[in-house]
Protein backbone atom coordinates (compact mmCIF):
# COMPACT_ATOMS: atom_id res chain seq x y z
CA UNK A 1 0.00 0.00 0.00
CA UNK A 2 1.11 4.00 -0.25
CA UNK A 3 0.63 6.83 0.45
CA UNK A 4 -0.82 9.83 -0.74
CA UNK A 5 -0.74 13.18 -1.51
CA UNK A 6 -3.58 16.16 -2.31
CA UNK A 7 -3.10 17.47 -5.38
CA UNK A 8 -4.72 20.99 -3.73
CA UNK A 9 -2.43 21.49 -0.47
CA UNK A 10 -0.36 18.64 -0.76
CA UNK A 11 -1.79 17.39 2.59
CA UNK A 12 -0.23 13.64 2.91
CA UNK A 13 -3.50 11.27 2.36
CA UNK A 14 -4.25 7.47 3.43
CA UNK A 15 -6.08 4.74 1.11
CA UNK A 16 -9.44 4.97 3.18
CA UNK A 17 -9.52 8.94 3.25
CA UNK A 18 -13.03 10.48 2.06
CA UNK A 19 -11.95 13.73 2.40
CA UNK A 20 -8.90 16.29 3.00
CA UNK A 21 -8.76 17.89 6.46
CA UNK A 22 -6.48 20.77 5.46
CA UNK A 23 -8.53 21.94 2.25
CA UNK A 24 -11.68 20.35 2.91
CA UNK A 25 -11.64 18.41 -0.79
CA UNK A 26 -13.81 15.53 -1.00
CA UNK A 27 -11.33 12.47 -2.18
CA UNK A 28 -11.72 9.43 -4.12
CA UNK A 29 -9.76 6.84 -5.44
CA UNK A 30 -8.99 6.53 -9.28
CA UNK A 31 -8.04 2.64 -9.33
CA UNK A 32 -7.37 3.44 -13.29
CA UNK A 33 -4.46 5.36 -12.30
CA UNK A 34 -3.49 3.77 -8.92
CA UNK A 35 -4.05 7.64 -7.09
CA UNK A 36 -5.93 8.93 -4.27
CA UNK A 37 -7.21 12.25 -5.98
CA UNK A 38 -8.68 15.62 -4.60
CA UNK A 39 -11.68 16.23 -7.07
CA UNK A 40 -14.38 18.63 -7.38
CA UNK A 41 -18.45 18.73 -8.38
CA UNK A 42 -19.15 19.12 -12.01
CA UNK A 43 -22.73 19.15 -11.98
CA UNK A 44 -23.57 14.91 -12.04
CA UNK A 45 -19.82 14.39 -11.80
CA UNK A 46 -16.48 15.05 -11.02
CA UNK A 47 -13.32 15.84 -11.92
CA UNK A 48 -10.24 14.55 -10.69
CA UNK A 49 -7.40 16.39 -9.53
CA UNK A 50 -5.36 13.70 -10.91
CA UNK A 51 -6.57 13.35 -14.01
CA UNK A 52 -8.24 16.53 -15.05
CA UNK A 53 -9.28 15.87 -18.54
CA UNK A 54 -11.39 12.70 -17.77
CA UNK A 55 -14.82 12.87 -15.77
CA UNK A 56 -15.62 10.50 -13.16
CA UNK A 57 -18.00 9.60 -11.11
CA UNK A 58 -18.58 7.65 -7.29
CA UNK A 59 -19.30 4.31 -7.46
CA UNK A 60 -22.86 3.20 -6.22
CA UNK A 61 -21.91 2.00 -2.90
CA UNK A 62 -20.36 6.09 -2.10
CA UNK A 63 -24.03 7.14 -1.18
CA UNK A 64 -23.76 4.34 1.41
CA UNK A 65 -20.21 5.31 2.59
CA UNK A 66 -19.25 2.24 1.65
CA UNK A 67 -17.01 3.29 -1.11
CA UNK A 68 -14.16 5.52 -1.94
CA UNK A 69 -13.39 4.55 -5.38
CA UNK A 70 -14.67 6.17 -8.74
CA UNK A 71 -15.39 5.05 -12.32
CA UNK A 72 -14.40 6.74 -15.34
CA UNK A 73 -17.79 8.17 -16.81
CA UNK A 74 -16.79 6.77 -20.02
CA UNK A 75 -16.96 3.02 -18.99
CA UNK A 76 -20.32 3.84 -18.34
CA UNK A 77 -20.52 1.68 -15.03
CA UNK A 78 -22.39 2.41 -11.55
CA UNK A 79 -20.21 0.22 -9.18
CA UNK A 80 -16.45 0.76 -9.15
CA UNK A 81 -13.76 -1.84 -10.13
CA UNK A 82 -13.85 -3.13 -6.72
CA UNK A 83 -17.41 -3.34 -5.57
CA UNK A 84 -18.28 -5.30 -9.29
CA UNK A 85 -17.20 -8.43 -7.76
CA UNK A 86 -19.92 -8.05 -5.26
CA UNK A 87 -23.05 -10.69 -5.66
CA UNK A 88 -24.95 -10.50 -2.13
CA UNK A 89 -24.24 -7.78 0.76
CA UNK A 90 -26.11 -8.60 3.83
CA UNK A 91 -29.28 -6.34 4.94
CA UNK A 92 -27.47 -2.50 5.66
CA UNK A 93 -30.69 -1.79 7.23
CA UNK A 94 -29.70 -3.04 10.32
CA UNK A 95 -27.41 -1.20 12.47
CA UNK A 96 -25.13 -3.42 13.53
CA UNK A 97 -24.74 -5.03 9.58
CA UNK A 98 -24.26 -1.57 8.32
CA UNK A 99 -21.06 -1.66 10.35
CA UNK A 100 -19.57 -4.79 9.66
CA UNK A 101 -20.43 -4.41 6.16
CA UNK A 102 -18.35 -1.58 6.10
CA UNK A 103 -15.60 -2.95 7.47
CA UNK A 104 -15.53 -5.83 5.06
CA UNK A 105 -15.74 -3.38 2.35
CA UNK A 106 -12.69 -1.87 3.63
CA UNK A 107 -10.74 -5.12 3.61
CA UNK A 108 -12.25 -6.07 0.38
CA UNK A 109 -10.92 -2.68 -1.43
CA UNK A 110 -7.35 -3.23 -0.05
CA UNK A 111 -7.47 -6.60 -1.46
CA UNK A 112 -8.48 -5.48 -4.79
CA UNK A 113 -5.94 -3.02 -4.88
CA UNK A 114 -3.13 -5.71 -4.60
CA UNK A 115 -4.42 -7.62 -7.56
CA UNK A 116 -4.89 -4.40 -9.80
CA UNK A 117 -0.84 -3.85 -8.65
CA UNK A 118 0.36 -7.52 -9.07
CA UNK A 119 -1.21 -7.25 -12.75
CA UNK A 120 -3.75 -10.86 -11.90
CA UNK A 121 -6.89 -11.36 -14.05
CA UNK A 122 -10.05 -10.80 -12.15
CA UNK A 123 -13.10 -11.20 -14.23
CA UNK A 124 -16.19 -10.06 -12.49
CA UNK A 125 -19.69 -11.98 -12.99
CA UNK A 126 -20.75 -9.55 -15.77
CA UNK A 127 -17.38 -9.69 -17.83
CA UNK A 128 -18.78 -12.48 -19.41
CA UNK A 129 -15.79 -14.05 -19.15
CA UNK A 130 -14.80 -17.40 -17.58
CA UNK A 131 -13.67 -17.84 -14.02
CA UNK A 132 -15.20 -14.37 -12.42
CA UNK A 133 -14.22 -13.62 -9.11
CA UNK A 134 -17.30 -12.99 -7.08
CA UNK A 135 -18.20 -12.03 -3.24
CA UNK A 136 -20.91 -13.22 -0.58
CA UNK A 137 -21.24 -10.80 2.19
CA UNK A 138 -23.56 -12.88 4.15
CA UNK A 139 -25.07 -12.74 7.98
CA UNK A 140 -26.26 -15.78 9.68
CA UNK A 141 -29.66 -16.47 9.28
CA UNK A 142 -32.06 -16.37 12.19
CA UNK A 143 -32.65 -19.98 12.36
CA UNK A 144 -30.16 -21.85 10.44
CA UNK A 145 -26.87 -23.39 10.02
CA UNK A 146 -24.05 -20.57 10.85
CA UNK A 147 -22.33 -18.83 7.48
CA UNK A 148 -18.94 -20.03 7.17
CA UNK A 149 -15.94 -17.87 5.18
CA UNK A 150 -14.53 -20.30 2.21
CA UNK A 151 -14.42 -20.49 -1.69
CA UNK A 152 -16.40 -22.47 -3.67
CA UNK A 153 -15.52 -22.43 -7.53
CA UNK A 154 -14.70 -18.47 -7.76
CA UNK A 155 -17.05 -17.50 -5.05
CA UNK A 156 -15.73 -16.01 -1.91
CA UNK A 157 -17.82 -16.26 1.36
CA UNK A 158 -16.88 -13.64 3.31
CA UNK A 159 -19.24 -14.50 7.01
CA UNK A 160 -20.20 -10.73 8.75
CA UNK A 161 -19.36 -12.09 11.81
CA UNK A 162 -15.66 -12.00 11.25
CA UNK A 163 -15.91 -8.59 11.12
CA UNK A 164 -16.96 -8.35 14.80
CA UNK A 165 -13.89 -7.68 16.66
CA UNK A 166 -14.99 -9.78 19.41
CA UNK A 167 -16.12 -12.43 17.72
CA UNK A 168 -13.49 -12.89 15.44
CA UNK A 169 -11.03 -12.44 18.69
CA UNK A 170 -12.41 -15.33 20.26
CA UNK A 171 -12.66 -17.73 17.19
CA UNK A 172 -9.01 -16.80 16.93
CA UNK A 173 -7.84 -17.45 20.46
CA UNK A 174 -10.78 -20.86 20.64
CA UNK A 175 -8.72 -21.70 17.90
CA UNK A 176 -5.28 -21.66 19.09
CA UNK A 177 -4.27 -19.43 15.63
CA UNK A 178 -1.65 -16.91 15.91
CA UNK A 179 -3.19 -14.36 13.91
CA UNK A 180 -7.03 -13.63 12.46
CA UNK A 181 -7.81 -10.70 10.52
CA UNK A 182 -10.92 -9.77 8.13
CA UNK A 183 -8.05 -9.07 5.33
CA UNK A 184 -6.11 -12.00 6.31
CA UNK A 185 -9.35 -13.74 5.10
CA UNK A 186 -9.76 -12.21 1.93
CA UNK A 187 -5.75 -13.19 0.80
CA UNK A 188 -6.10 -16.50 1.81
CA UNK A 189 -9.59 -17.43 0.08
CA UNK A 190 -8.57 -15.64 -3.01
CA UNK A 191 -5.72 -17.91 -2.99
CA UNK A 192 -7.94 -20.68 -3.23
CA UNK A 193 -9.63 -18.70 -6.37
CA UNK A 194 -5.67 -18.32 -7.85
CA UNK A 195 -4.78 -22.02 -7.12
CA UNK A 196 -7.57 -22.85 -10.02
CA UNK A 197 -6.83 -19.94 -12.15
CA UNK A 198 -3.01 -20.62 -12.63
CA UNK A 199 -2.50 -23.38 -10.47
CA UNK A 200 -5.19 -26.06 -11.65
CA UNK A 201 -6.14 -24.59 -15.15
CA UNK A 202 -2.82 -23.39 -16.03
CA UNK A 203 -1.35 -27.28 -16.17
CA UNK A 204 1.07 -26.88 -13.21
CA UNK A 205 -0.41 -29.83 -10.90
CA UNK A 206 3.14 -31.90 -11.51
CA UNK A 207 4.90 -28.61 -10.35
CA UNK A 208 2.97 -27.76 -7.20
CA UNK A 209 2.22 -31.90 -6.20
CA UNK A 210 6.35 -31.67 -6.22
CA UNK A 211 6.58 -28.69 -3.53
CA UNK A 212 2.82 -28.73 -1.60
CA UNK A 213 1.75 -32.24 -1.76
CA UNK A 214 -0.89 -34.17 -3.81
CA UNK A 215 -4.00 -32.14 -3.26
CA UNK A 216 -6.09 -35.01 -4.50
CA UNK A 217 -6.00 -36.58 -0.69
CA UNK A 218 -9.06 -36.47 0.88
CA UNK A 219 -10.26 -33.14 2.13
CA UNK A 220 -12.50 -33.86 4.72
CA UNK A 221 -10.36 -36.18 6.27
CA UNK A 222 -8.11 -34.03 6.29
CA UNK A 223 -10.18 -31.53 8.24
CA UNK A 224 -11.09 -33.95 10.81
CA UNK A 225 -7.11 -35.10 11.20
CA UNK A 226 -6.61 -31.37 11.87
CA UNK A 227 -8.79 -30.41 14.15
CA UNK A 228 -8.38 -33.68 16.29
CA UNK A 229 -5.34 -34.18 16.42
CA UNK A 230 -3.52 -30.72 15.39
CA UNK A 231 -0.28 -30.05 13.67
CA UNK A 232 2.94 -32.06 13.86
CA UNK A 233 5.36 -30.59 16.50
CA UNK A 234 7.67 -29.67 13.95
CA UNK A 235 5.34 -27.90 11.37
CA UNK A 236 7.58 -24.78 12.01
CA UNK A 237 10.40 -26.45 9.90
CA UNK A 238 7.86 -26.73 6.64
CA UNK A 239 4.79 -24.71 6.90
CA UNK A 240 4.31 -21.16 7.34
CA UNK A 241 1.28 -21.98 10.01
CA UNK A 242 -0.01 -24.81 11.73
CA UNK A 243 -3.28 -24.42 9.55
CA UNK A 244 -1.25 -24.85 6.66
CA UNK A 245 -0.06 -28.81 7.47
CA UNK A 246 -3.84 -29.35 7.34
CA UNK A 247 -4.08 -29.71 3.77
CA UNK A 248 -1.86 -29.16 0.04
CA UNK A 249 -4.70 -26.95 -0.58
CA UNK A 250 -4.53 -24.62 2.45
CA UNK A 251 -0.55 -25.08 3.06
CA UNK A 252 -1.29 -22.90 -0.56
CA UNK A 253 -3.58 -20.52 0.14
CA UNK A 254 -1.57 -19.64 4.05
CA UNK A 255 1.52 -19.45 1.81
CA UNK A 256 0.03 -17.09 -0.82
CA UNK A 257 -1.14 -15.42 2.06
CA UNK A 258 2.25 -14.28 3.52
CA UNK A 259 2.67 -13.72 -0.02
CA UNK A 260 0.27 -10.73 -0.42
CA UNK A 261 1.19 -9.80 3.16
CA UNK A 262 4.68 -9.17 2.76
CA UNK A 263 4.57 -7.18 -0.76
CA UNK A 264 1.73 -4.97 0.63
CA UNK A 265 3.43 -4.41 3.77
CA UNK A 266 7.11 -3.90 2.15
CA UNK A 267 5.46 -1.18 -0.35
CA UNK A 268 4.17 0.88 2.82
CA UNK A 269 7.47 0.51 3.94
CA UNK A 270 8.69 1.78 0.76
CA UNK A 271 6.62 4.80 0.98
CA UNK A 272 7.55 6.10 4.35
CA UNK A 273 11.56 5.31 3.77
CA UNK A 274 11.40 2.55 6.88
CA UNK A 275 14.80 1.10 7.16
CA UNK A 276 16.37 -1.17 9.65
CA UNK A 277 20.30 -0.29 11.05
CA UNK A 278 20.61 -2.68 14.40
CA UNK A 279 23.27 -1.11 16.30
CA UNK A 280 24.21 -4.68 17.76
CA UNK A 281 24.63 -8.10 16.54
CA UNK A 282 25.78 -9.69 13.68
CA UNK A 283 24.31 -7.22 11.12
CA UNK A 284 25.44 -4.20 13.26
CA UNK A 285 25.53 -1.41 10.70
CA UNK A 286 24.03 -2.37 7.75
CA UNK A 287 20.87 -0.97 6.94
CA UNK A 288 18.17 -2.85 5.13
CA UNK A 289 15.77 -0.61 3.11
CA UNK A 290 12.69 -1.06 0.60
CA UNK A 291 14.43 0.60 -2.69
CA UNK A 292 12.66 -1.51 -5.20
CA UNK A 293 8.45 -1.69 -6.04
CA UNK A 294 7.77 -5.26 -3.90
CA UNK A 295 4.93 -6.07 -6.63
CA UNK A 296 7.45 -5.87 -9.48
CA UNK A 297 10.15 -8.13 -7.20
CA UNK A 298 12.51 -9.49 -9.05
CA UNK A 299 12.84 -12.58 -6.97
CA UNK A 300 11.34 -13.64 -3.63
CA UNK A 301 15.15 -13.40 -2.01
CA UNK A 302 14.73 -9.68 -2.55
CA UNK A 303 11.39 -9.70 -0.69
CA UNK A 304 12.43 -11.85 2.03
CA UNK A 305 15.77 -10.10 2.49
CA UNK A 306 14.05 -6.82 3.72
CA UNK A 307 11.06 -8.46 5.14
CA UNK A 308 12.48 -10.43 8.19
CA UNK A 309 15.07 -7.38 9.56
CA UNK A 310 11.91 -4.95 9.58
CA UNK A 311 9.48 -7.67 10.87
CA UNK A 312 12.31 -8.06 13.34
CA UNK A 313 12.19 -4.43 14.36
CA UNK A 314 8.06 -4.17 14.35
CA UNK A 315 7.62 -7.09 16.10
CA UNK A 316 10.06 -5.04 18.69
CA UNK A 317 8.15 -1.95 18.42
CA UNK A 318 4.64 -4.02 19.42
CA UNK A 319 6.34 -5.91 22.60
CA UNK A 320 7.03 -2.11 23.89
CA UNK A 321 3.87 -1.27 23.63
CA UNK A 322 2.77 -4.90 25.76
CA UNK A 323 0.92 -5.75 22.38
CA UNK A 324 1.86 -9.59 20.43
CA UNK A 325 4.08 -8.87 17.88
CA UNK A 326 2.50 -7.92 14.36
CA UNK A 327 4.13 -10.67 12.72
CA UNK A 328 4.26 -14.03 14.73
CA UNK A 329 5.36 -16.33 12.05
CA UNK A 330 8.30 -17.80 11.68
CA UNK A 331 9.77 -18.16 7.62
CA UNK A 332 12.00 -21.18 7.24
CA UNK A 333 13.83 -22.12 4.20
CA UNK A 334 10.90 -24.46 3.17
CA UNK A 335 8.70 -22.20 3.22
CA UNK A 336 10.86 -19.45 1.05
CA UNK A 337 11.03 -22.12 -1.32
CA UNK A 338 7.20 -22.72 -1.37
CA UNK A 339 6.53 -18.81 -1.84
CA UNK A 340 9.21 -18.60 -4.34
CA UNK A 341 6.79 -21.07 -6.04
CA UNK A 342 4.25 -18.56 -5.05
CA UNK A 343 5.63 -15.55 -6.73
CA UNK A 344 6.65 -17.16 -9.67
CA UNK A 345 3.06 -18.09 -10.22
CA UNK A 346 2.11 -15.06 -9.80
CA UNK A 347 4.62 -13.72 -12.68
CA UNK A 348 3.47 -15.64 -15.23
CA UNK A 349 -0.33 -15.15 -14.47
CA UNK A 350 0.82 -11.19 -15.00
CA UNK A 351 2.43 -12.25 -18.41
CA UNK A 352 -0.78 -14.33 -19.31
CA UNK A 353 -3.15 -11.32 -18.25
CA UNK A 354 -1.17 -9.32 -20.44
CA UNK A 355 -2.28 -11.59 -23.49
CA UNK A 356 1.76 -12.60 -23.51
CA UNK A 357 2.96 -16.14 -23.57
CA UNK A 358 3.78 -17.27 -20.62
CA UNK A 359 6.63 -19.89 -19.24
CA UNK A 360 5.73 -23.05 -18.58
CA UNK A 361 8.90 -23.69 -15.44
CA UNK A 362 8.84 -22.02 -12.35
CA UNK A 363 10.82 -18.85 -12.25
CA UNK A 364 11.58 -15.86 -10.27
CA UNK A 365 12.13 -13.71 -13.04
CA UNK A 366 9.87 -10.79 -12.87
Known sequence: MQIFQCQSCAQRLYFENTLCERCGHTLGYLPDAGMLSAVEADGAEWIALARPDSRYRFCRNWEEKGCNWMVDVAEGQDFCAACRHNRIIPDISLPENRQNWLKIEG??????????????????????EPGPLVFDFLADPPEGPHVLT???????????????????????ASMGELYRTLLGHFR?????????????????????????GDERADYSAALLRHYGEGAPE????????????????????E???????????????????????PEVGDEAGVETKVAFDP???RDVDALIEVWL???????????????????????????????????????RGRVFAAGQAAPKTPSDGA
Open 107 to 128: AKRRLIYSLIRLGLPHPTLASG
Open 150 to 172: GHDNGVITIALKEADDAQREAAR
Open 188 to 212: HEIGHYYWDKLVRDRGELDSFRALF
Open 234 to 253: DWRENYVSAYATMHPWEDWA
Open 255 to 277: TWTHYLHIVDALEMAGAFGVSVN
Open 295 to 297: YRA
Open 309 to 347: PLTYAINSLNRTMGVPDLYPFVIAPAVVEKLRYVHAVVV
